[in-house]
C-alpha cells in the first residue's frame, strides 16, 4: 500500500455474488450493486482505525469498531475495541481500484 498502488483507505462492501469458493470480494461504495437485504461493509482509514458495518437483529446497521495493522505481505489484522471479539486476520488477495478480493 505505497503511493503508487490503489487505496486500501475507503469504505469497502461485500459483493457477495462474486464470491467464489475460497474468495470474498468487496466493492468502493460507487459500484452498482444488484438488489439485496443489507450488506456487510468495512472501512480501513489511513489513522488505523477500522470501522465494521453489519446488519443488525432488527435490520438495522450497526458500527462495530475497532484498529488494524497490515504487514506489508498481504496479512490485516484487526483488533476490536470490544475485547470480547477475538482479532481477526484478512489475508489479502488483491487490491485494484474498485475491488477487494479477501481469502475466506
Known amino acids: 500500500m505505497n503511493g503508487n ?4 483507505f475507503r469504505r469497502w462492501i461485500h459483493s457477495h455474488e462474486e464470491d467464489t469458493e475460497d474468495t ?6 460507487d459500484y452498482k450493486f444488484p ?4 450488506r456487510q ?5 489511513e489513522n488505523g482505525e477500522f470501522i465494521e458495518y ?3 437483529p432488527t435490520d438495522r446497521g450497526m458500527k462495530v469498531f475497532g ?7 498481504g496479512l490485516i489484522t484487526i ?3 470490544d475485547h470480547a ?3 481477526v486476520v484478512l489475508k489479502l488477495i488483491s487490491l485494484n481500484g474498485n475491488a477487494l478480493k479477501i481469502k475466506k
Open 85 to 87: 471479539i477475538k482479532p
Open 54 to 56: 453489519d446488519v443488525g
Open 24 to 29: 470474498m470480494v468487496f466493492r468502493t461504495t
Open 5 to 8: 498502488s490503489p487505496t486500501i
Open 79 to 81: 483488533h476490536f475495541e
Open 67 to 73: 484498529r488494524f495493522e497490515y504487514d506489508g505481505k
Open 41 to 45: 461493509a468495512f472501512e480501513f482509514k
Open 35 to 38: 438488489l439485496s437485504r443489507g
